[in-house]
């Protein structure tokens, strides 16, 4: 995951959640840089970067209707 205010590309693997305790914490996916330096990341903010900013060419995201489901 490509993060603009760093200009740094993340590594996301499922293995690595972490939840933490606290205001306005919760689930956070753990990103590793290209240094090895880890940054935690809400969910939320992975998806709407992976989202609003253009992917390698290869790399395909899926998202699914959440309305879809609740029909």
């Given at each position: 995951m490509y993060l603009?205010?760093?200009?740094k590309v993340y590594t996301m693997a499922?293995?690595?959640c972490q939840f933490?305790?606290?205001?306005?914490?919760g689930w956070?996916?753990?990103g590793e840089d290209e240094d090895g330096e880890l940054e935690p990341?809400?969910?939320a903010l992975c998806f709407e970067l992976i989202i609003n900013i253009p992917q390698d060419s290869g790399d395909q995201i899926n998202a699914e209707d959440e309305k879809k489901g609740q029909q």
């Amino acid at each position: 995951m490509y993060l603009p205010d760093t200009n740094k590309v993340y590594t996301m693997a499922f293995s690595n959640c972490q939840f933490y305790l606290g205001k306005d914490n919760g689930w956070m996916l753990i990103g590793e840089d290209e240094d090895g330096e880890l940054e935690p990341f809400s969910p939320a903010l992975c998806f709407e970067l992976i989202i609003n900013i253009p992917q390698d060419s290869g790399d395909q995201i899926n998202a699914e209707d959440e309305k879809k489901g609740q029909q």
